[in-house]
Nanobody, 119 residues
Framework: QLQASGGGLVQAGGSLRISCAAS????????MGWFRQAPGKEREFVVV???????VYAASVKGRFTISRDNAKNAVYLQMNGLKPEDTAVYYC???????????????WGKGTLVTVSS
């Protein structure tokens, strides 16, 4: 199971770090990622970390968000800087396989955490 936490209300330009804790099994061999879903919109890809080093970011967050993972703690983190009102969404962590053709097959979804950015 995956459980996201750390969401909250932040002003535009601020920072927030959200976490995803895994339990029940190890996710060391999975590509871990984050998706988000804004009100009235479809869920969209944000970022994935492949193994411990390879990362792929959505263009909308590149340069502002940083993903990291701690396999010893079975956890994944998303540091979000320079937040914008359009970053407001429920953020979901995911575990799966990211393929070279930019297809991310998600095997496990976590419960989301709400991030609200005020203008």
């Amino acid at each position: 199971q995956l459980q996201a936490s750390g969401g909250g209300l932040v002003q535009a330009g601020g920072s927030l770090r959200i976490s995803c804790a895994a339990s029940g099994r190890t996710f060391d061999n999975y590509d871990m990622g984050w998706f988000r879903q804004a009100p009235g919109k479809e869920r969209e890809f944000v970022v994935v970390i492949r193994g411990n080093t390879g990362t792929v970011y959505a263009a909308s967050v590149k340069g502002r968000f940083t993903i990291s993972r701690d396999n010893a703690k079975n956890a994944v983190y998303l540091q979000m800087n320079g937040l914008k009102p359009e970053d407001t969404a429920v953020y979901y962590c995911a575990a799966g396989t990211y393929y070279s053709n930019d297809y991310y097959r998600v095997n496990y979804w976590g419960k989301g955490t709400l991030v609200t950015v005020s203008s």
